[in-house]
């Protein structure tokens, strides 16, 4: 298994990150379980050398001993002489969820790891599934943080929240055009404006490009954009899959350049522009770029063929997506309706898209 497994390795893989668990003991678990695995595999045949080893000598009746030629096993670069074949094991994490949230969290292992950096710089939008509960106010905007107000929101209905949506929506997509850094008067800038492509070319601030309130049944309510969090997620007859969201009406915020910070902070600047107050309850990602929550491996595949499955299933839309946002005059997000960064590809994403994955 040892350096075939880990040829198999190189690339781009989502995993699951539970909500109260931390990113980094997510890392160590998955490179944890990957050394495993790789240690795991029969080691191979021990060399053979020869000795000259003392014996009696054949059909001699006399005590008299020889040296006789004799092959016998060399334990140089045996597991319990030199310890496990591999110790460490380079894992890198991408666009990073803080403590109190859940989803989709993208990992690159070996030489995967620079296709990070090529995600990060195509700018690509997220879906998050956002719940907020009216009525409290806390000092980090999370529902165990610690209470600073109580407000009544009896006057709150479904139409003032989406008329509060409307505009946040609309003075977002004029900052969108207006970090875009495009001529307006131009006719490409048109056409991109036509078929919603308009995106930021570099960091700026945190931007939505689609919210709505799907469920209201107060305290709770749930923002999204469109789509349902629960249809992308699929039980392949495994245990409880904590992806699966059992609410009727659920979708996703579409945004980027954010932090899970600032989403909590939306709701509770929601709760304020409604006369009221609200805290955020659960922040989870369902998409971040080209990777879905059925792309998200759980806490129970976290094994090295689960692992080198996943990579190999992602590679050839990783290169393909990859190459054509990061190739030079290429407006195109993944998926309908976005555009990404034109700015070319990396090297190693080159001999990714040239040859699929390494070794794969």
């Known amino acids: 298994m040892g350096s075939a497994g880990l040829a198999r390795l190189h690339g781009l893989f989502a995993a699951y990150k539970p909500p109260g668990l931390h990113w980094k003991h997510l890392r160590d678990a998955v490179e944890m379980q990957l050394l ?13 050398r020869v000795r000259f080893l003392l014996g009696p000598v054949e059909g001699s009746e006399e005590k008299e001993l020889t040296r006789t030629a004799t092959s016998v096993p060399t ?24 403590v109190q949230a859940s989803g989709v969290l993208v990992l690159g292992v070996g030489r995967g790891r620079s296709l990070l950096t090529d995600m990060y710089n195509a700018h690509l939008t997220k879906d998050y599934t956002v719940r907020g509960l009216l009525g409290k106010a806390t000092d980090d905007f999370c529902e165990d943080g ?21 505009l946040i929506q ?3 997509q004029k900052a969108l055009v207006m970090h875009s850094n495009l001529d307006l008067q131009t006719q490409e800038a048109y056409e991109m ?25 107060p305290p709770e309510f749930l923002l999204g954009a469109k789509g349902c969090g629960s249809r992308l997620a699929r039980t392949r007859g495994r245990a409880p899959d904590h992806r699966v969201c059992h609410c009727g009406s659920l979708a996703e915020v579409r945004c980027m350049h954010e932090t899970q910070k600032h989403l909590r902070r939306l709701v509770h600047e929601i709760g304020l522009e409604l006369k009221t107050t609200a805290v955020c309850t659960q922040v989870r990602r369902t998409r971040d770029g080209f990777f879905t929550l059925d792309d998200a491996l759980l806490r129970t595949q976290w094994d090295l ?9 992602a590679a050839p839309r990783v290169g393909a997506e990859l190459e054509k946002s990061l190739r030079p005059g290429t407006q195109q997000l ?10 070319g590809p990396s090297s190693a994403l080159k001999g990714w898209t040239a040859g699929g994955a390494a070794g794969g």
């Open 146 to 166: 610690r209470l600073v107000e109580k407000t009544t929101y009896d006057h709150v209905s479904r139409e003032k929240l989406d008329r509060i949506l409307a």
């Open 334 to 343: 993944p998926g309908p309706g976005w555009q990404r960064d034109s700015e």
């Open 193 to 217: 404006a036509v078929r919603g492509l308009i995106r930021p070319m570099n960091k700026s601030p945190m931007l939505i490009a689609g919210i709505r309130c799907l469920h209201f049944a």
């Open 170 to 172: 609309g003075s977002h």
């Open 75 to 98: 334990l140089i670069n045996h597991p319990l002489v030199c310890g496990p074949a591999f110790t460490s094991l380079k894992v890198g994490v991408g666009h990073r969820l803080d």
């Open 305 to 313: 063929p689960s692992i080198q499955d996943a990579i190999r299933a």
């Open 36 to 48: 495993k695995g790789l240690n795991a595999g029969k080691p191979p045949a021990p060399e053979q």
